[in-house]
């Protein structure tokens, strides 16, 4: 049973009870250190036990016991006395051997030492203020001087580092931009900080950091001849890499090189001078100094962005150790090529870029298959970078596509086949359409490689993000995708299949690319839309690039989309409606929108169940301008595209507002006019212009009655989307298309999509781009004079006021 108990009342508890605890730690500590030194292992391992289930209450209590802790002379003595009880374990590491019973549960409670420590400052980093001079101390001691040498363990290491790293940097010990407005602890806090990291020291850590800490051990060098995947992938930061010294060890460095930089920053260059020109192959240390040099001046790229003049640096020094072909010197080959990655974006002249990629070229046929592994790495973050010019690279394209495909062929685990596809995908998308002649042999072994893969669910993703950029190289070309591609969709998108929460986000984005990108419909690729009702059950973040789908679907075929689907996507979208934000009921009235637009009589007919709401929302004056906005534009397309059935739509919800057709009718004209800065966009508000025009000319009284109204909204559409020309002082619709025209591409422009063909010819046709407004309201003016007289149309004229009479007569000048 859990008990529910006050913070008062645990703070009183933590209280009464920790002179015990605090009595008994020390009584269980004193003894376990008795009996190690008098060689009584067995005994000692006995009393190590209740020192461990005593410092676990002691860590809890000290941690979460108290809201002043500093205030309580008991809990900083605790806290001031765990250093001393540190070093005094730490001595029993020399007593007790590495393979006896009693080490491993030592080790666990020297880290439960420094787990206090670490809890307390993260928790309570004022109170911990007295404490920091001897935690920088004590830390430092251990890891970065002799004091460690025999007793330190790598856990301990992490620990300790981990210790500093938090007091260099927390926020609660930098004082404010304005000095003044610092405070008090602050500034005590960064003057102990100040104080501690003098010169000597700084300098020490840094030379320490490099030279110790981030060379590559025995064990890592013999994982690189022995597993070489594993080793790159560890390296790049694999699950089992972040839990181990080296990434503490980084993170401490960009740290402290951050913070101290003008003083650290001479220190590495100085390392850098000392190890210019080629290591000699038969001084490994030398190399592996070199590399774990590199690897800092790789961490510290922006830190030394002013200090560094990496171009020089990459002709002159980087370019001459990649040509070193011996290997031995692969370890260099590997990191100056990793080296050059971490400054490509940083500082590196675009016109190196082609050097850079004849590099790249060569060391993709390195012997050595982790120079192979991070020199793909690099390619990525070439590619990816915002000065990456694709006509820089073409002339390397086909080779270099052609070895990441056989290095692809080459790893055998899954983190590598991942890594190696990343880069592959990051390659097509960049150069997009120049891709087509080089996949051939892509495109033949991902359906072998998908096999493959099927309890691998991460690389599963990984080839999805291929076949996305696939597709969009590809274009209309990926049809001779589709007998791998529609079955991977299928799957990937199928809630009811286990790999879905996987791979549902990707292979969504690949159904809607692949649509996107196909000339025409296939049954097979009309089919996969019986996966879509479930999708939309789930109403999960991929709701919104299901719209796009559907939307898609219309644009590619639709007589056959909604022949097959409207009935059951028109059922959705009523449950849907039922529950949904505001943003989704737009989403769903723009797919009608599109429905109606692409196909007016289909479309009408087929979401007739959902517009009586439509009509309801206007009537009623929705109070959503954007959900307004768009009942208005379905409104506005029936009107204008399919007149009939709006009357029998208007006749069916006359009768359920208890009211004439046309009374209602009058209402909505009224309620449009009211309501039509709810309507921002442009196109919209053209369409909503022609469509109330459309009723013209008409001898119906309620609709003479809004004639002002229409009017009004017409002059407001005209001024949104007519242009003066300047040279004539004639006006002309800017939304008019005369003609499909291919656009003209930058390098960097992608090219237009097949859908993007399909909109702009569906422009064409639409009445918003092809019929003039200016001409249109000219015509319908004319034809209700005729109808009416000139009498009669005058007495309707002076309807409307005079100002937007005289700005109506300017836009229609010379017709």
Known sequence: MCLDIPHSVSFQLASSIYSFACSLWNHHTDTFLQQIYAGDQQTALSSLERTLLSLKVLRKLTVHGFTEPNNNMEVMGFLNAVFERLKQFLECCRQVGPGSPCREKLEKTIILYTKVLLDFLEYHPWPFIPLIQRSLEFAVSYVFTEAGEGVVFERFIVQCMNLIKMIVKNDAYKPAKNIEDSKPESLEAYKIKTAFFTHQTLTEIGRRLVSKYFLLTEE???????DPESFAVEETGGDSWKYSLRPCTEVLFLDVFHNYSQTLTPV??????????????????????????????????YELFDNVDFDQWFKNQLLGELQVSHNRYKLIRRRVIWLIGQWISVKFKPDLRPLLYE??????????????????????????????????FLPYLESIFSLLFQLLQQVNECDTKMQVLHVISCVIERVSIQIRPYVGCLVQYLPLLWKQSEEHNMLRCAILTTLIHLVQGLGAESKNLYPFLLPVIQLSTDVSQPPHVYLLEDGLELWLVTLENSSAITPELLRIFQ?????????????????????????????????NYAEALCRSFCELLKDISTEGQVQVLKVVESAIKVSPILGSHMFQPLLPSVIRGIVEGERYPVVMSTHLGVTGRILLQNSGFFTSLLTQMAAEFNQEADQLLGNMIE???????????PERRKLSALALLSLLPSENGVIQDKFCGIVNISVEALHDVMTEDPETSTFKDCMLMSHFEEPKL??????????????????????????????????????????????????????????????LQEFLQGM
């Not at 890592?220 to 022995?226: H, P, Q």
């Not at 996966?531 to 059950?537: F, P, T």
């Not at 309620?671 to 966009?681: E, K, L, Y």
């Open 220 to 226: 890592e060098l013999t994982m690189w001849e022995e």
């Open 268 to 301: 590495l260059l100085e390392m850098v001078q000392n190890l210019q020109g080629p290591s000699n192959v038969e001084e490994p240390v030398q190399m592996l100094m070199k590399d774990a040099v590199y690897n800092a001046v790789g961490l510290a790229a």
């Open 359 to 392: 590099v790249i070229l060569s060391l993709m046929q390195d012997p050595d298959l982790v120079v192979r592994i991070e020199t793909a790495t690099t390619l990525k973050l070439a590619v990816d970078d915002f000065e990456f010019r694709t006509e820089q």
């Open 531 to 563: 996966n879509m009702s479930a999708l939309l059950e789930l109403s999960s973040e991929n709701v919104r690039t299901c719209f796009q789908i559907i939307n898609a679907y219309i644009y590619l075929s639709a007589t056959d989309f909604l022949q």
């Open 671 to 681: 309620m449009w006019v009211d309501r039509m800065d709810n309507i921002t966009q």
């Open 746 to 807: 930058t390098d960097d422009e992608e090219p237009p999509t097949e859908q993007d063909k399909r909109k702009r010819l569906l422009a064409l046709e639409d009445p918003v781009h092809s019929v003039s407004l200016q001409q249109f309201v000219y015509e319908k003016l004319k034809a209700q004079q005729m109808l009416m007289g000139d009498q009669g149309f005058q007495a309707l004229m002076e309807t409307v006021d005079t100002e937007i009479v005289r700005q």
